[in-house]
């Protein structure tokens, strides 16, 4: 006898079984079909020595990317990740710099991270101006300001923190690959067992209920971006580390990784739904890519034609999908 | 929502009323007048016609690929990968250049290819049901990817003398009163805002243009071919940015790998200046023309004053994001 | 089993009145529901209904009147306060969020667990309880809203309503979408909230489910009560009787009756369109005007959109001018000279930014204003709508205002003069006449007749009897997704007509 809690099958699903997997778990295998060509290509694709090394240089994107999600899930795009991370690295550098105290430094690096993103927060939530345009804009005055503070010139930044951080703890894992990995961890839980991540769902889905049942969403659209905020202080925190400076020019195009991983991984850009385990997905794949790629001694220039055509086809694959999934009977 | 574009009640004829209604209606162009003045008086090099003209030639681009996001933007999509598209024309026009092909050939090769580039955009977005954003953004990466491979990752020198000309040529000026000619490339640019001013107004093609970007659902329900035109208009998108990668190969004379990055931000910033909706169906081209003005005129003037580059960029940004917080407050206190 | 309830009510409204611009919504009106019983409230569209229960929820504020709970009187603010007070209201339109389950659902907001952290499973527990307390059984919480069916989703809404424990609770049309076995169970449920001692207001046009389930009824008609009283003992005909009444607006010209000729311009055989449209068939005359009315959700607007190529799962044959035609989209429809004004001006009718010109030749710009192919010919343009403007007596100050600064009778009038400009030869209307002013209405229906007898074939579609008697030449009943009866107008009256429309057999 169905109960209320175990229930019948709603028929719509029924349908879409075979969509919904192949949705879902479509991209894994596109994914493990390119660690195997790639490892065909070149035998030391699959090393550990590779992978942690892959990891680590797409820390930083995959951290964003898991805020990112956030973003997308409650239909905000936020394109300034890349422009923030040159930004608050610049302003660590020069504290660094000037205190020669690598805590404050770091703090000084989230605090901007934070504030900035809780500026556009505001924007977006009170003043009511599309999240595009005002991340746009910051993406073009938060990069010009890094520039304008450090003169166009990278700051050095040297301590044993940062020496920790480039170190390999064990089986060569880096501290930034941990960080990475309790990134998707801790998004992973807010996401489905607070308050802010339930209202972040619902306020992508539809924002007028939400609001109709008394979610104070202007509050919570600030601590979304707060958390943002959090996420890429710990990308620049990361960013600094392997470059041993602040550079104004860092982490270029980083958001439009990120976003594309989000994406492609299956979250729809519609926003109202979102795992963090399709953001995992897509971030790696977008990183085999970014290593895979180079690996095979590819200019900048290859590597972004046949990154863009993967997206593409990796796009047009998931609207099939989507298509797949929608059938009703 | 707002619908004020001619909306004010009849019967108010005080002076107040009239003014407000006033403002509202031209505010681009009183933005652009005061900033002529007070930047005129800030800066006595400002107001000189030479330095005019330079703010024009400096723009050209930009405004080229503003026009065509113009119309995708009414149409309520938008375009994040011009700047790539533009690359994409210089490039392949440069390559072509260099293997010997006769002029004419390669810039129309170079434009067919932007255009093309529009038209799979248009394709990936109306047909394919993926968002403007997302597939612009492949697109962005895919096209700039491609165009690197077919100029094997080199920068090429564009030295062909039709292009030179065209980067050389003005008009006539009047020597005695220190004007200078006007350049050809802010001919062109202005020709071609002229031709698709008219168009926007006149042709059925703008009326339907309009239409969908007001109210699809309208637009379909009373029988227009909503998707031919909308394809019509990513597609004069990716041409207009070929154009701009023309005007681009003249000015600056070698493409290099970096060549447009970054442009579809100051693109857009132009657009939102000139007061079109991003959610689409307001907006004028003209005042698009004038967003880019407003823009120019400002990293102008700020150069003027000897503010470093590094700064111009901040304030850039930081300009477009007031303009956008004053034009949505003043919607509020409006509606 | 209805025991006469000797308590006080809970509810007690006195005297309301409510006025909006240029009308009176509700007149001095009383109103009082008892713990435990189904109260029906009835009336036709425009008789206050809503308008008093909206009153009740906090949507509107009380202005004339009186309104008591427990013996307590109120004044509402807001809705939440009359949720807090223990009025919960569901209305047709839900409140769900899609993609949030049903346990997520029913206690948005109010979620278990402290300011950070939810408890996940104290909710989904809490969500199954009252599901069962409910009687549903069907219903799995963690199911998506958006995977489940209308039917379900209503069921949900009325469990997050019930999860506020009201003591009132107010149902708006809930059985307007749903199908006979869906209705049942909703009604069971009903039985077991009326036992909970839960006073239950429910607002519907059925009078068959009304009969059936409810304990006490107030008919209402044109802003003032009629009647209260128990329903044990009432029959169908007298619920007819007194829903209707004499209606002070009598703008009907005599319609010449012989204008018809017996041309037949479309002919419609066994459609169906998906489930709310069951192998309907019918044939339309030149120079007829139809009128097709039904009880919500009876399938009449599916029918219409389907001539008009808007709806998907559509089969069945048509014929225009006795060829077999397949009308998949709006251009289509058009090109075969079939035009539609549906009830959403403004969302589906009208560009609103666009002005009262260009809406008016949106539909002919390519056809008739055209110049050396792409060009617009700007003065024959502009003096097509001005003379459109004059004809149908549009009241606007020039044809380039914006048609978002006009009068709701005005922009429907913007709307039928740009079909007309198109020169269709089938005009097919929903709800033509909704919340436009008296003047208005009486200048459309003017123009209906003025078409009529130039040859058109008019199909309007309407909840207003009187509307529709007041037009028609011949009258179309849906009824669940059928054409139950088409009735003469020689032969039509409103008691009969709403008799039909209520699934009863056509009364002479």
Not at chain 1, 111 to 127: D, Q, Y
Not at chain 1, 256 to 272: M, S, Y
Not at chain 2, 152 to 163: E, H, K, S
Not at chain 3, 367 to 384: K, P
Request: one cysteine or more; aromatic letters at 6%; hydrophobic letters at 50%.
């Amino acid at each position: 006898m169905a109960s209320a809690t175990s229930g019948t099958q709603s028929p719509y699903r029924l349908q879409g079984r075979a969509g919904a997997l192949v949705a879902e778990y479509g991209l894994l295998l596109i994914l493990i079909v390119l660690f195997v060509l790639f490892n065909a290509l070149n035998p030391r694709f699959l090393t550990l020595a590779n992978m942690t090394t892959l990891l680590t240089q797409n820390s930083a994107m995959m951290i964003v990317s898991v805020g990112m999600t956030f973003a997308i899930i409650s239909k905000h795009i936020d394109l300034s990740p890349a422009s923030l991370i040159a930004l608050s690295g610049t302003i660590m550098g020069i504290v660094f710099a000037a205190s020669g105290s690598i805590i404050l430094a770091i703090a000084a690096a989230f605090v901007t991270a934070v504030f900035v993103e809780v500026f556009n927060a505001i924007l977006i939530a009170r003043v009511g101006i599309n999240p595009l345009i005002v991340t746009l804009a910051s993406w073009i005055w938060a990069r010009g300001l890094a520039v304008s503070l450090t003169g166009a010139e990278s700051i050095s930044v040297q301590h044993p923190f940062i020496d920790f951080m480039n170190a390999s703890l064990f089986l060569q894992i880096t501290p930034p690959v941990v960080l990475t990995a309790l990134a998707f961890i801790a998004g992973g839980f807010v996401l489905n067992r607070t308050r802010l991540g339930r209202y972040t769902f619902a306020m992508g889905s539809d924002e007028r209920a939400t609001i109709q049942a008394g979610v104070p969403t202007t509050k919570y659209k600030l601590l979304m971006f707060a958390m943002f905020g959090l996420f890429v202080g710990l990308a620049t925190l990361i960013t600094v580390s392997r470059l041993g400076a602040a550079a104004p020019d860092a982490a270029y195009g980083l958001e439009l990784d990120a976003i594309v991983a989000v994406i492609i991984g299956g979250n729809p850009f519609q926003g109202g739904e979102g795992k963090l385990r399709r953001t995992l997905i897509g971030a790696l794949f977008i990183a085999v890519l970014n290593n895979g790629l180079s690996n095979l001694g590819m200019l900048d220039a290859q590597i972004a034609t046949y990154k863009g055509a993967a997206i593409i086809l990796a796009l047009l694959f998931g609207v099939v999908s989507v298509r797949l999934l929608r059938r009703k009977i | 929502m707002s619908n004020k574009v001619q909306s004010f009640p009849d019967n108010q004829a005080s002076v107040g009323a009239i003014l407000s209604r006033f403002v509202a209606q031209n505010s681009t162009l009183l933005v652009v007048v005061l900033m002529l003045v007070a930047f005129g008086l800030s800066s006595d090099k400002f107001l000189l016609p030479n330095n005019i003209f330079n703010i024009f030639r400096q723009m050209s681009v930009v405004a080229v690929l503003a026009l065509g996001m113009t119309l995708v933007i009414l149409i309520g999509g938008i375009d994040l990968s011009v700047g790539s598209v533009l690359f994409l024309a210089a490039g392949i026009t440069s390559v072509l250049l260099r293997d010997g092909t006769p002029v004419a050939i390669a810039i129309l090769v170079g434009l067919s290819s932007a255009t093309v580039a529009g038209l799979m955009n248009g394709l990936l977005v109306e047909v394919a049901g993926i968002s403007p954003v997302i597939a612009t953004l492949g697109t962005l990466i895919g096209v700039r990817g491609l165009t690197l491979v077919l100029m094997n990752n080199a920068q090429i020198r564009v030295t062909d003398p039709f292009f030179e000309w065209v980067a050389i040529t003005r008009t006539p000026g009047i020597a005695e009163l220190d004007v200078p000619g006007i350049p050809l490339t802010v001919i062109i640019v202005l020709i071609i805002y002229l031709i698709m001013a008219v168009v926007l107004r006149q042709t059925l093609f703008g009326r339907f243009i309009y239409a969908i970007g007001g109210n699809q659902v309208t637009a379909h329900l009373s029988g227009l071919p909503v998707l031919p035109i909308k394809l019509l208009a990513y597609t004069l998108c990716g041409l207009m940015a070929g154009i701009g990668g023309m005007l681009m190969a003249a000015a600056t004379g070698v493409i290099s790998p970096g060549l447009g990055a970054g442009s579809e931000f100051y693109t857009i910033a132009a657009v939102v200046l000139g007061g079109t909706r991003l959610s689409g169906g307001i907006g004028r081209v003209e005042k698009t023309l004038l967003g880019a003005f407003i823009l120019y005129m400002v990293l102008n003037f700020m150069t003027l004053r000897r503010i470093p580059a590094e700064w111009q960029q901040t304030a850039t940004g930081l300009l477009v994001l007031t303009a956008i917080v004053l034009d949505r407050l003043a919607q509020r206190r409006r509606g | 089993m209805i025991q006469p309830n000797k308590e006080a009510p809970i509810l007690e409204m006195r005297g309301i009145t409510k006025r909006f611009p240029g009308m009176i919504a509700l007149n001095g009106v009383d109103f009082s529901a008892r713990r435990g019983e189904i109260h029906a409230l009835i009336g036709q569209n425009g008789a206050g209904k809503s308008t008093l229960m909206k009153i009740l929820a906090g949507v509107y504020p009380l202005e004339e009147g009186e309104l008591r709970i427990q013996g307590e009187s109120m004044r509402f603010s807001h809705p939440r306060d009359a949720l807090r007070i223990g009025i919960g209201t569901v209305y047709q339109d839900l409140s769900l969020v899609p993609q949030l389950s049903v346990a997520h659902n029913i206690f948005l907001g109010r979620e278990a667990g402290n300011g950070i952290f939810i408890n996940q499973k104290a909710d989904r527990e809490r969500s199954a309880q009252i599901l069962t307390q409910l009687g549903i059984q069907s219903i799995d919480v963690d199911a998506l809203v958006s995977d489940l069916p209308l039917a379900q989703q209503q069921l949900v809404e009325i469990a997050k309503v019930i999860s506020h424990q009201p003591k009132i609770l107010v149902l708006d049309e809930p059985t307007a979408a749903l199908a006979d076995e869906e209705s049942t169970l909703l009604f069971k449920m009903l039985e077991g909230l009326k036992a909970q001692q839960i006073a239950i207001i429910f607002i519907s046009h059925r009078f068959k489910e009304i009969l059936k389930y409810c304990d006490h009824a107030t008919v209402l008609r044109n802003g003032q009560l009629v009647k209260t009283f128990a329903m044990q003992g009432v029959s169908e005909d007298e619920l007819v009787e007194m829903t209707i009444g004499e209606r002070k607006e009598t703008f009907f010209q005599q319609r010449e009756q012989n204008a018809t000729s017996e041309e037949i311009v479309l002919e419609v055989e066994n459609l169906s369109v998906g489930r709310s449209v069951k192998k309907v068939s019918f044939s339309l005359k030149r120079g007829e005007i139809v009128g097709i009315t039904g009880l919500l959700g009876a399938g009449q607007n599916e029918l219409v959109r389907a001539l008009f190529g808007t709806e998907l799962e559509v089969s069945g044959l048509i014929r225009r001018k006795g060829k077999a035609v397949f009308i998949g989209s709006p251009k289509q429809a058009i090109a075969l000279g079939i035009g539609l004004l549906t009830e959403h001006r403004k969302a589906e009718g009208l560009i609103v930014d666009m002005s009262v010109k260009e809406n008016i030749t949106l539909p002919s710009l390519a056809l008739l204003f055209r110049q050396a192919l792409l060009f617009i010919r700007n003065r024959s343009e502009t003096q097509a709508a001005n003379d459109s403007i004059r004809d149908l007596q549009i009241k606007v100050g020039s044809a380039h205002a914006a048609v978002g600064t006009l009068s709701g009778g005005n922009q429907q009038k913007v709307i039928l003069a740009k079909w007309l400009m198109r020169d269709l030869d089938i005009l097919m209307f929903i709800a033509p006449t909704q919340g436009i002013d008296v003047g208005a209405k009486a200048e459309i229906y003017r123009q209906l007749h003025v078409l009529a007898e130039a040859g058109k074939s008019i199909m309007v579609v309407s909840e207003d009897l009187i509307e529709i008697l007041g037009i028609s030449d011949r009258i179309f009943i849906m009824y669940d997704g059928q054409l139950s009866q088409t009735i003469d107008r020689a032969e039509a009256s409103e008691e009969g007509l709403l008799s039909a429309t209520q699934g009863y057999a056509h009364v002479e």
